[in-house]
């Protein structure tokens, strides 16, 4: 595109904003027939490889997740209960949105393990959830794994989530869809509650 054309002005046909609402309902009517089209062949029991757009009715029932799709945080813990993160502050450091916020202390009974993180809390509101901090944690101390795509509030201070709020989640497997060695789907849930 030249430089020039992003400050031509609009002709009187484009002014009209014909042009755009008339492709609008082309794309619109075009994928509302492919759909029906679809739709009706499989009702009359025809073998359609495309399956159309479907309707999932959410609170009854929750689309299947894949393994890599980045949800809620969680912390790891130790075999003895304690965060496995060393406060290293690597996450801090990499996340774009400046979401997390690490306080780090000494911890002198275990002379392996420098610090521990005094507090470590991510303001959820801020978080674009692009995985930064799970990649840049040297001991994989933070995952993106638990399955909750439910993240709401009424307010800004209900975005944020501590370090114990962390360390009780546990990834929810069964929400995720499971795959054989040559990438076939193995198994697809549909779960009918929230739990």
């Known amino acids: ?3 020039h054309d992003k400050h031509k002005p609009l002709t009187w046909w484009e ?4 042009p755009g609402v008339l492709a609008g309902l082309w794309l619109t009517t075009r994928h509302f027939v492919r759909n029906m089209f679809a739709h009706t062949l499989r009702a009359l029991g025809m073998d359609v490889k495309w399956l159309g757009s479907v309707t999932i009715q959410y609170p009854e029932f929750i689309r299947p997740l894949f393994p890599r799709l ?6 790891t813990k130790r075999d003895d209960g304690s965060p496995r993160c060393v ?3 690597m996450c801090e450091t990499v996340c774009p949105a400046k979401c997390i916020y690490i306080i780090a202390e000494e911890k002198p ?5 420098e610090k521990i993180p005094k507090s470590f809390d991510i303001d959820l509101g801020l978080c674009i959830f692009c995985g930064y901090c799970v990649e840049a944690c040297p001991e ?3 995952r993106m794994d638990t399955g909750i795509l439910e993240i709401s509030s009424y307010g800004r201070k209900g975005m944020m989530r501590d370090m114990q709020t962390m360390l009780a989640l546990e990834p929810k497997s069964k929400r995720y ?4 060695d040559e990438g076939d789907v193995v198994s697809e849930p549909f779960v009918e509650d929230l739990d």
Do not use: G, S
């Open 177 to 180: 869809v499971e795959f054989d």
């Open 70 to 75: 980045r949800t809620h945080h969680r912390l």
């Open 87 to 89: 406060a290293c502050m």
């Open 15 to 18: 002014k009209t904003y014909l």
């Open 1 to 3: 595109m030249n430089v």
């Open 109 to 113: 009974d275990a002379p392996d393990i």
């Open 140 to 142: 994989d101390a933070i």
